[in-house]
């Protein structure tokens, strides 16, 4: 333990602490702005600068560590002039029109101004020449607007292990970007969003669906259906300032009715429509493994992350056939709302349109994929994020906060627990536990709350065993059999994963990965901003929406058991194979 | 390496010679081997490679990302930021100018700016049939003859705005007689 003094209070932390954390501990807050919770300080903007007495110059809180005796002040007046100045000269280079900026609500560079009380700027910088990327599908880049904080060089080479961004040039013309200023679109980037979930300014943001939907809205010729991905429902009250673990699904379905949807439906429908087609498939190479001795496609991976597919198929090509066949459930929603249910309501595949709203940045680039359109269509057209979701509420002049709570629309509406818990990591596995426990046994998974404890939390590898007792007939050959599996979020987790099964291939029967930290609740899409209290909070929810449900297994669907019954006949039945699953193929790791 | 497979038609130029980028491959490895160890290997690895085929190809830039498990934006990164590396071409003639405080004060700076006009690069930079390309050095040790400007080992002194035309002439002939032959 270390004894030092924070503006008179005496603090006791431990030696390994910094100055940061040892002011937070007595809730003293010191302003920052390259920081994150969680990662490697950097020390590169400065903003955080505070006196220590007996030392010549400033220091930087983040990254100083404690000392027996150290003397702080973190609100001297030397200390408020310097984040001032630091921030000024920000300013000083930053194009910034907060009028018209995606990030004027939540923008930490505008708060931080704010906080500051700088009123005029007593600098004047030549602005550095930018550019504006608006090369990929689902993000987009203006370097005008970044103050070069690097969160999210640090957040996609340590969170994600991609990589795709770092500081080019020199001085003055020092710009964070992909190499060699390239754009976007030709490198490596898995489209994960976390970057922009990061950023403290407008300087990396989704691509915006709001327009193309608007437009659809207003064509009355067009059947337009909206899908809300499990994530949503825990996170879209943040953007009407309800506190981050506020569960909404009710007020969500109004507004969405409110804005005009011709039906409101749920991408839970087809959580649990993955569960029926991925547990099968688990079941069916447990069996070829077990019976015939010759199943290679063991650890079976999870497939709903779609920048987890994308990363697998640019950094471990090795293992692609070891991916679940099976689509996401947003593109399982696309193929069965213009086949099954546009048969079942009598309108033409053509004149629909399926929103998604989801909590991802990578599922804009999942939708336009080639491989997805299975209907003749494009089974997604458009994918709003949670916060353009909010944006769009609000362009509507819908009163969120007042709207009653409204019902889904059915057949494609209707889910269970199971498929709120894709929200969060653990959740799919969990999920598809429920079903292959409950299927192979003939009884439900042994935990009274069907919660399988040490799949929970925040834990970034999460592993766990079940063990199948009292098998019926067709599965006897599982009987005693111990299913382990492992959970990874993150995907440097999930590389940390595929290397080590590399080693250890026998080890796991079932992984799943989800891209973001959290998995959706936390993914790049999300209400900003998105610290590990606010996941824990969001996990609340989700878990909550689980246990209050009358059915909570995915092959109890009423919904789902019609589905099989009159269109898709059985779980890998040739339809399901057709409109259901799809490929993946190997791509170069580095694209230059 | 995965990528070069499918690269095989590309080939780097490395002062005269023409080098196909897969024979090129095995001399980088074992660069790398030999660096692999240090401290930072990244950028002495870069200077072997420089130094090997006077610039860095953007291929080898991702073969060496991936041998060293760093980053591509990150290589690039460290290139962008040097001037030392290029992943241009040097030219076929390099003219550099002196820099030194003696010619520097004596006009250098003027003749730097006048050849830069008249190739039509700027530092670093190599014309587009890849015939010049254009640096700046500290001190050749000729200063009672600044300002000083060489041309591959060629020492041309006393050099005037106005004769650069002429400077370059001799060099150029040559390139008129590749062109007929
Ligand atoms: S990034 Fe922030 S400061 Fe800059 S224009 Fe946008 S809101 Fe304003
Ligand atoms: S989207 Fe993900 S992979 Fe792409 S640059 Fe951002 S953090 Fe990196
Ligand atoms: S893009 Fe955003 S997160 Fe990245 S360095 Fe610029 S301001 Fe920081
Ligand atoms: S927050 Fe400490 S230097 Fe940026």
Known sequence: ?592 | MTHLATQQSESVMSSNRELKIEDVIPVIDDIIAQKRGERGSLIPVLQSTQNLLGYLPKPILIHISEKLEIPYSEVAGVVTFYSFFSTTPRGKHTIRVCMGTACYVRGGKEVLAALSKELKIGVGETTEDGHFSLEVGRCFGACGLAPVVMVDEDVHQRVKESQIKHLLEPYLEERGEEDES
């Not at chain 1, 039906?263 to 429509?273: E, G, R, S």
């Not at chain 1, 069965?336 to 309108?347: D, E, I, P």
């Not at chain 1, 769009?392 to 009163?399: A, N, P, Q, S, W």
């Open chain 1, 1 to 592: 333990m270390c004894k030092l003094t924070i503006n008179g209070k005496q603090v006791n932390v431990s030696d390994n602490s910094t100055i940061l954390e040892a002011a937070k501990s007595v809730g003293i807050k010191i302003p920052t702005l390259c920081y994150l919770e969680g990662l490697t300080p950097m020390g590169a903007c400065r903003v955080c600068m505070v006196e220590v007495e007996g030392r010549a110059t400033l220091v930087a809180a983040c990254t100083t560590p404690v000392q027996e005796e150290m003397v702080i002040h973190t609100n001297s007046r030397k200390a408020r002039e310097s984040r001032k100045v630091v921030v000024e000269l920000l300013l000083s280079e930053h194009e910034g029109d907060c009028q018209l900026c995606e990030r004027s609500d939540d923008c930490e560079l505008r708060q931080l101004a704010l906080e500051l009380g700088i009123r005029e700027v007593r600098y004047q910088g030549e602005k550095p020449p930018a550019m504006l990327d608006t090369s990929s599908v689902a993000l987009i880049r203006d370097s005008a607007k970044c103050i070069k904080c690097r969160r999210c060089v640090q957040v996609c080479s340590e969170v994600q292990r991609v990589g795709a961004l770092s500081a080019q040039f020199r001085g003055y013309h020092t710009t964070i970007a992909p190499a060699f200023n390239d754009a976007l679109e030709s490198i490596t980037c898995v489209q994960c969003g976390q970057c922009a979930a990061v950023c403290p300014v407008g300087a990396i943001i989704e691509t915006s669906h709001i327009e193309f939907v608007l437009k659809a809205l207003d064509n009355p010729q067009k059947h337009v259906v909206v899908q809300t991905a499990p994530a949503i429902r825990a996170a879209l009250g943040e953007c009407f300032g309800l506190p981050p673990g506020t569960l909404v699904t009710g007020k969500m379905v109004s507004a969405l009715r409110e804005l005009g949807f011709d039906a409101v439906f749920d991408t839970n429908f087809a959580a649990d429509l993955t569960i029926m087609e991925e547990g099968t498939e688990l079941l069916t190479r447990l069996r070829n493994h077990f019976i015939l001795g010759q199943e290679t496609r063991l650890p079976q991976f999870t497939s709903c992350s779609p920048g987890w597919i994308n990363y697998a198929e640019h950094y471990f090509p090795e293992i692609l056939d070891k991916i679940s066949t099976c689509k996401s459930p947003q593109q399982m929603f696309g193929a069965m709302a213009k086949t099954y249910y546009a048969q079942k309501a009598n309108v033409d595949p053509a004149d629909m349109v399926v929103v998604s709203v989801m909590p991802c940045t990578a599922k804009k680039f999942e939708a336009v994929r080639p491989e997805m359109r299975s209907s003749g269509y494009q089974d997604v057209d458009y994918v709003l994020t949670t916060r353009e979701l909010g944006d769009l509420i609000k362009m509507g002049g819908v009163d969120f906060i007042a709207l009653p709570d409204g019902e889904m629309d059915s057949p494609l509406g209707l889910s269970t627990g199971a498929a709120d818990i894709f929200a969060n990591t653990g959740g799919v596995m969990e999920a598809a536990l429920r079903t292959v426990h409950a299927v192979t046994t003939g009884r439900s998974l042994a935990s009274e709350d069907l919660h399988i404890e040490a799949l929970a939390g925040l834990e970034g590898v999460k592993t766990a065993s079940v063990t199948l007792s009292g098998t019926v007939d067709a599965w006897s050959f599982l009987e005693g059999k111990e299913v382990k599996v492992a959970v990874a979020h993150g995907l440097g987790n999930a590389a940390s994963v595929v290397e080590y099964i590399r080693d250890h291939p026998a080890e796991f029967q079932f992984i799943e990965v989800m891209t973001c930290p959290g998995g959706c609740i936390g993914g790049g899409g999300q209400p900003r901003f998105t610290t590990d209290a606010v996941r824990l909070a969001r996990i609340g929810a989700i878990y909550q929406e689980d246990e209050g449900k009358p059915l909570r297994q995915s092959h109890d669907n009423p919904a789902i058991q019609q589905i099989y019954a009159e269109f898709l006949e059985k779980p890998l039945s040739h339809k399901s194979h057709e409109l259901l699953h799809t490929t993946y193929a190997k791509k170069e790791k580095v694209t230059p």
